[in-house]
């Protein structure tokens, strides 16, 4: 029950504590070097001074203050107690610019934050299933396709809304929605039948929210996350492409300081090379080092 991460029990990772900063991370399944897992593979995420503790996050996905300490106690019966962030990352749980309260009974139901993480979570298990059915078939139905479609401008339409509720453009809540966004739309460019029009609209729309993303990213990760690598490739992929076909929907983003094809392309290089420096970091030769 303590010690169990999604795919068993491990006998080293079940020694590492949880902290609300970690300096290490599990990798996903998918994102281990290894298709048959016989390992959970973790990375740290920062420099490790020597004598300092490894920790890892022992909830599943980015979750509200209120939510990781209802969760980690039903689940490891530990309390991390009120928030004792005081910087940036305290402004990322705040709504309306005021704490919401938060407590281990469970007894806070229906909450804003609450209602968000559900919509979430139910619209990344459409996504899933979305992977999962093209995974499966050689070719993918227009049905499918249709399908994805649609998600992608729910989440658009969840993430306005839950800013809007919210009113903090920078809150933890909005990262996975983000994420999940860049997610589908690289689902929804797949789509052979797309018209150009509708591919520059789902290019502009994952550029915005890659650029979005990036600093929120930064914020609660810290600068060389392998995470906004992944972040950086998207949004330098997307910039390059409309680059080369419709500088007018880039200017159309309205972004800071973005008005001219050369400023695009500047940032374009700069976030391209942020992509490679993070990436050198996190070499993928375990399987190297487990047979010697």
Not at 158 to 186: D, G
Not at 202 to 229: E, I, K, M, W
Request: overall charge negative.
């Amino acid at each position: 029950r303590y010690n169990g991460l999604e795919s068993g029990v491990y006998y080293h990772v079940a020694m590492l504590n949880h902290a609300e900063v970690p300096n290490c991370c599990i990798l996903s399944a998918k994102e281990t070097s290894c298709e048959e897992i016989r390992y959970r593979e973790v990375r740290s995420t920062r420099h490790i001074d020597a004598g300092e503790t490894l920790t890892i996050s022992y909830l599943p996905r980015i979750m509200s203050h209120a939510s990781r300490r209802r969760s980690l106690w039903e689940q490891h019966r530990f309390d991390i107690g009120p928030l004792q962030f005081k910087d940036e990352r305290y402004k990322m749980e705040l709504i309306n610019d005021i704490l919401p309260p938060s407590n281990i009974c469970g007894v806070m139901k229906d909450t804003l934050t609450d209602r968000i993480e559900r919509s979430t979570e139910e619209l990344e298990r459409l996504q899933h299933d979305i992977e999962t059915s093209m995974h499966l078939s050689s070719t993918t139905s227009p049905e499918i396709y249709e399908i994805a479609k649609a998600l992608e401008q729910s989440v658009v339409e969840l993430y306005n809304e839950s800013r809007n509720k919210l009113q903090n453009e920078s809150h933890i809540l909005l990262i996975p929605i983000l994420s999940l966004h860049l997610e589908i739309c690289a689902l929804v460019l797949k789509n052979p039948s797309l018209t150009n029009s509708m591919q520059l609209v789902v290019l502009s729309r994952q550029t915005l929210s890659a650029y979005r993303l990036l600093p929120l990213q930064r914020c609660l990760l810290g600068a060389d996350h392998f995470d906004l690598a992944r972040t950086s490739l998207d949004l330098a992929n997307s910039i390059s492409e409309l680059m080369s076909r419709s500088t007018k929907t880039l200017y159309a983003l309205d972004l800071p300081s973005m008005d001219t094809f050369a400023s695009w392309s500047g940032f374009e290089q700069k976030t391209r090379k942020e992509h490679l420096r993070i990436k050198s970091m996190y070499p993928y030769d375990v399987e190297k080092h487990i047979a010697s």
